[in-house]
């Protein structure tokens, strides 16, 4: 089996067909219409010295329940925001930081372990985040010994540089086994969007919403043109090759905030063999029903929701899962606005919900939010 990489897709149908009309962002099935967003507790802190949250944006309205068989038809969650590249910089400031704390949970010879929430093209903040923490140097380069570090998936679309992400991922993932760690990632829904609008391309695949493709749903849900310019062969068997579950330290590992990966397989194995086997065949429609059902979100944040993640530890094991996918400020029902007028959103680490049982990691960076990497188990 090979190691394995957030935001909800949308999709445009095709020429000569009415436009399907635009949903909110999506709900889990079952969930009753007008369901309020249940209060969260403030999300966990990260360790001290970690910038101050700004005040939350208010609160929205809970989206409306959607069918079961719902694929959202337009953009539903924020794309890049005017004005956000211009603070990025070619070479991120580093700040010396102390090195990796032990964990004595750790397995005999590796070290602690770390992950990383949805990057979404956000190169120069996914390197401050990782320096931050101690896990690369001044140069970008492993720093972190035998650590072990996780990407939870989306490094692509939305933001300016995904292909860089790739890159900068698979060159610590050689640097860090060399060292005696590692660095691996699990396969996202853009990670499928992306291998689906090169593979696909344009051609008719059947949607809940009517006939759509990947190229149309690619670039509604983000998709740069420098990203798929700069796509090379070793980039996509990469990506084809990521795994969907993992479980590290009684930590279930998984993308997306759904219980879709049931459909897959009843183990961490047979789940990850499935979504390999699907991509190998590269048949159009069935990877689109592979992207379509790991898009689905939500499904541990209503009154069910300790129900949902209990399913998903059943079946796979640990003790806790851990996800990307939905930005933390959408869970807690807060969000940025799209036009740049918000300059952040208010989370200070990961979210921790559903009985305790599931821990959120999209920190939001889309919505000038915030690109986390943390290490586990969480602290307080």
Aim: aromatic share 6%; net charge negative; glycine share 12%.
């Amino acid at each position: 089996m090979t190691q394995g990489a957030s935001l909800g897709p949308m999709v445009r149908t095709m020429a000569g067909e009415t436009p399907a009309p635009a949903p909110p962002p999506g709900v889990p099935s079952g969930t009753p219409a007008g369901s309020p967003v249940p209060p969260a507790g403030p999300p966990l802190h990260l360790p001290a010295g970690a910038p101050a949250a700004p005040p939350a944006a208010p609160p929205v309205a809970p989206p409306a329940e959607l069918p079961e068989e719902y694929t959202p038809t337009a953009r539903d969650l924020p794309v890049i925001t005017p004005g956000r590249t211009d603070t990025l910089i070619d070479s991120p400031a580093v700040v010396p930081v102390p090195e990796p704390a032990l964990d004595p949970d750790a397995p005999e010879g590796m070290g602690p372990l770390y992950v990383v929430g949805d990057v979404h093209g956000y190169y120069d903040e996914l390197r401050e985040a990782l320096a931050a923490e101690g896990l690369i140097d001044a140069d970008g380069n492993w720093a972190a010994g035998n650590a072990r570090l996780w990407f939870l998936g989306d490094f692509t679309d939305r933001g300016p540089d995904g292909i860089g992400v790739i890159d900068l991922v698979m060159q610590l993932s050689a640097e860090a086994a060399a060292a005696g760690g590692y660095c691996k990632a699990l396969m996202g829904n853009h990670e499928l969007l992306l291998l689906g609008a090169k593979r696909f391309g344009d051609t008719p695949v059947q949607s809940g919403a009517g006939t759509a493709s990947f190229q149309a749903a690619w670039l509604l849900n983000g998709g740069q043109k420098s990203d798929m310019d700069r796509l090379e062969d070793h980039h996509l068997q990469w990506m084809a090759r990521l795994d969907a579950v993992m479980e590290e330290d009684g930590h279930l590992l998984v993308h997306s905030d759904t219980t879709a990966y049931l459909e897959y397989g009843d183990s961490i194995e047979a789940v990850n063999d499935t979504v390999h086997d699907v991509l190998t065949r590269s048949e159009a429609d069935e990877v689109w029903d592979l992207f379509r059902k790991f898009t689905k979100r939500f499904a541990f944040r209503d009154e069910a929701g300790s129900d949902a993640v209990r399913e998903l530890l059943d079946a796979y094991g640990g003790d806790r899962v851990v996800h990307g996918h939905s930005p933390i400020p959408y869970l807690l029902g807060e969000v940025g606005t799209e036009d740049g007028e918000s300059e952040s959103v208010a989370v200070d680490g990961p979210h921790v919900y559903a009985d305790g049982l599931a821990i959120a990691m999209d920190g939001g960076v889309t919505m000038a939010g915030k690109l986390l990497v943390v290490q586990l188990p969480l602290a307080g």
